[in-house]
């Protein structure tokens, strides 16, 4: 029988870790791993932090380059693959020939959204989500001046954090009332609003742009509410979208990016997805969730490249992710889209402290802010899924492995009074 052929399109973080499993799991065959960029695959969070800084020369790449000719993994950079035919299971490179896969990953991520206002088309306007689009804000940044950064998630809020370290001066805009807020909820954001206002950020909440204004270059913002801030140049955040686009007649189901089963298969057998773009069924919580963040790429990527093999693997990880602003570092586990109460153990003031958001006394998520190894308890606590007792969350003196344990042994306690009663295990 001929060697197979698996293709992975999108040469992203997930892309490069489906690719190095797949060879670390025996796999033989013709590995070809396709992206659109010039460069070999890397990691994007050091984009807003240390490398759009300057402070880190190297470019933060998944592996060095000799790693792809010493496991004969075929990397195509540079090389945007336009269509797939799913039923004929090919793909289509721009003016090439069709190409022939056994197995298709396709991880091609996430692209920032546009804000489509009146002078969005002039100079000094920048996205962020390139090491390219890093350079050019970083070069930017280092001639100084004022910024103007549209939204602020966490691409705005980390790049007015590094602007504003570099010494520019920072004006933030905000659509809702803090920022973050949808995610964290209003006690974070005001806790992140305080940061960056202590570090100097102009942030103006409730604040839509009507349209950019200037000669060639964006020289000033105007807003809805008829302000004028003056601007040298602007980065907007407003959030990304799944690049499903090659997809669009493959056949395959696409709905807020590629929708997948725990196990990262597509609707159509033989093709996968995995990191930003995939929409994947999560059995802890009983829906898909699309989750853009690191870990998530990291992680999904071996799952989807043992799943094409045929091997059992399936993706059940709690959401994590990470953020670092000035001072601030933090990290956040879970997912919450409601809850009804948000408590802290540690010192809000001095931004050393744990945040957790409770339901119904269950913990949903969360966030360690230079407070570390509270991350694993916090994720296991998620997915004890046991109710506690808030004053033992706020109380310091009492460790989360402490919290941890109890939930387990409530849980042992609970399977063998079923067991004793002759109930299901
Ligand atoms: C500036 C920045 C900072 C971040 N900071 C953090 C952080 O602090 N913490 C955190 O948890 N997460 C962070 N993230 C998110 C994290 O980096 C992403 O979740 C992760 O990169 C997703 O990896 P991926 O492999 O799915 O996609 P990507 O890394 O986007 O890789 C997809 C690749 O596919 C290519 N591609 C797309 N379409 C095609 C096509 N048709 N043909 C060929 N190639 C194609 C793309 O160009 C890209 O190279 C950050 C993201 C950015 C942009």
């Known amino acids: 029988m001929a060697a197979e052929t698996f293709v992975i399109v999108g040469a992203g973080l997930a892309g490069a870790k489906a690719a190095e499993t797949l060879r670390y799991e025996g796999f033989d065959g013709r590995l070809i791993l396709i992206g659109d960029e010039p460069e070999r695959p890397y990691e994007r969070p050091p984009l807003s932090k240390d490398y759009l800084r300057g402070e880190s020369a190297e470019r933060p790449y998944v592996h060095p380059e000799s790693f792809y000719t010493d496991t004969e993994i075929e990397l195509w950079t540079s090389t945007p693959v336009s269509a797939v035919n799913a039923s004929l299971r090919e793909l289509w490179l721009e003016g090439d020939q069709p190409l022939i896969y056994d197995r298709l990953l396709v991880a091609t991520g996430a692209v920032p959204r546009r804000l489509e206002v009146p002078g969005a088309e002039l100079g000094g306007i920048h996205y962020l989500r390139s090491l390219a689009d890093s350079e050019r804000i970083g070069e930017r940044i280092e001639r100084g001046g004022h910024l103007v950064v549209v939204g602020s998630g966490w691409i705005g809020a980390e790049v007015a954090a590094s602007a504003r370290q570099k010494g520019c001066e920072v004006t933030m805009l905000e659509r809702a009332s803090l920022p973050l807020e949808p995610v964290l909820g209003p006690e974070l954001g005001q806790i992140y609003v305080d940061l960056h206002r202590g570090h100097g950020v102009e942030f103006l909440p409730e604040t839509t742009v009507a349209r950019f204004d200037g000669h060639g270059s964006v020289e000033r913002v105007l807003t809805e509410d008829g302000n004028v801030i003056e601007a040298d140049f602007v980065v907007v955040g407003i ?177 063998s009074v079923r067991a004793s009663e002759g109930g299901a295990l």
Request: aromatic letters at 10%; zero cysteines.
């Open 239 to 415: 959030g990304a979208a799944p690049r499903a686009g090659l997809l669009e007649t493959a056949g395959i189901r696409v709905d807020s990016g590629v929708v997948v089963d725990e196990h990262l298969e597509a609707s159509v057998p033989g093709v996968f997805a995995a990191g930003d773009l995939a929409n994947a069924f999560h059995p802890f919580y009983g829906r898909h969730l699309r989750v853009e963040h690191w870990a998530n790429a990291l992680k999904q990527g071996p799952i989807a490249a043992r799943s094409m093999l045929g091997k059992p693997a399936t993706y059940a990880e709690i959401p994590y992710f990470f953020s670092d602003q000035y001072e601030a570092s933090m990290e956040y586990g879970g997912y919450a889209t409601d809850w009804d109460e948000v408590v802290f153990r540690g010192e809000v003031a001095a931004h050393e402290f744990v945040a957790f958001w409770l339901r119904d006394r269950r913990l949903v998520a969360g966030l360690n802010m230079n407070v570390w190894d509270a991350s694993e308890p916090i994720r296991a606590l998620i997915r004890s899924q046991r109710a506690l007792d808030p004053r033992d969350l706020a109380d310091p003196a009492i460790p989360l492995s402490g919290l941890v344990e109890k939930a387990r042994g409530a849980a042992t306690e609970a399977l």
